[in-house]
């Protein structure tokens, strides 16, 4: 049998065609997808030269029904209604016995390494479909994946609440990071971005305020912000390297820094810029992917409850959905900077 799918043979060139239609082995179920979001790491794979093989069906972020189920599933069922988990750890190594299943070396991921969900099917293994809620929409499932992204990094610094959050750029990420630091009694955050559009999503999703770091002296309005001590936590989502370097600044003495955002381009800093480290002696590390023990995760149910209960907001975060058969169009959006203002949904059953 058959199914639509969007194809990448090359750079610059996705494809609306038919190709087979997966079935599930041993360990595995067919999920008949909904959405997927087009993820920032998915760009690069099809208007840049980042795609692992060809040809090949990206798409990671995704949600769907379980419509088979292959020999061996015990913990889902047909109907079940799941949100993707894209890790497939080796399960093997030292990292994934101690429950780092992010640093699995030997990993495969749906949707880069293995056909993905830009599709009308595809297939999983049981541990990689995450059974998720009536009450919590389809398009929240497709958020699920970001969401847990963000959720792990802030807790890659030992984050209290009553502190003061600074959260550098307003993607979806960083409002889902800016969500959960209130959720866990953050005392103020403040979001930096450089569309006013998005610090106004970010009040409306909870901020304290927000700062627009092309308009006037942003670092000094930061600091009257926290009178002028700097932020307890700041959260480093754009994978800028003016955010980069921004962190190091606009840090608290004893502050914790967690680099969310993945870089593309070389990084240095000068002597007083580095040197803010040593004399705030601030703690920063760096957050990869969204998993723990027992697999996936923590991070998933707690994404699942707070969507439940409706404590994590989706409103504002999806800019538009799209059919399948406009997948590459959804692509070509990406080559205009800034035209796309949020969460692009592609819906596999248009």
């Known amino acids: 049998m058959k ?6 043979y090359a750079r610059d060139d996705l494809r609306f065609e038919d190709i087979d239609k997966p079935s599930p082995k041993a360990g595995e179920v067919l999920v008949k997808v909904k959405y997927t979001g087009i993820c920032g790491s998915d760009v690069p794979r099809v208007n840049g030269d980042a795609c692992h ?16 189920l292959g020999e061996g599933v015990t913990k889902l069922a047909v109907g079940d209604r799941v949100a993707g988990v894209p890790l497939v750890p080796c399960m093997e ?13 030997h990993y495969s991921f749906i949707g880069s390494r293995q056909f993905g969900s830009f599709a009308e099917y595809v297939v999983v293994p049981e541990r990689c479909a995450f059974k998720f809620a009536d009450g919590v929409s389809f398009e929240q499932g497709a958020l699920f994946e970001p969401a847990t992204v963000a959720l792990h990094g802030l807790e890659r610094v030992n984050y209290q609440g009553g502190k003061r959050v600074a959260i550098l750029g307003g993607g979806t990420i960083g409002l889902l990071l800016m969500q959960f630091a209130n959720i866990y009694g953050a005392a103020q955050t403040v979001v930096f971005d450089i569309q ?28 009257e912000l926290t009178d002028g001590r700097g932020f307890d936590y700041v959260f480093e989502t754009a994978g800028s390297t003016v955010t980069m370097k921004m962190a190091f600044e606009l840090a608290a003495n004893k502050a914790g820094i967690c680099f969310v955002g993945t870089p ?32 996936p995760g923590h991070e998933w149910d707690c994404v699942a409850h707070f969507f439940d209960t409706g404590q994590l907001r989706y409103d504002g975060l999806i800019y538009k959905k799209m059919p399948l058969s406009e997948l590459a169009q959804a692509f070509e959006l990406y080559k205009t900077p800034g035209a796309v203002k949020g969460k692009i949904l592609i819906d596999s059953e248009q």
């Open 3 to 8: 199914m639509k799918a969007g194809v990448v």
């Open 53 to 68: 093989f060809f040809p090949n069906v990206l798409g990671h972020e995704f949600s769907g029904t379980v419509v088979e």
């Open 93 to 105: 190594c030292e990292d994934c016995k101690r429950g780092d299943y992010s640093l699995c070396k």
């Open 196 to 223: 006013d559009e998005r610090l106004g999503l970010a009040r409306e999703l909870g901020a304290t305020d927000g700062v627009n770091t092309l308009e006037g002296d942003f670092k000094q309005r930061a600091l």
């Open 264 to 295: 593309h381009t070389e990084l240095s800093f000068t002597v007083p810029e580095w040197e803010n480290m040593n004399r705030k002696e601030f703690t920063m590390t760096g957050s990869w992917m969204s998993y723990s023990a027992p697999f």
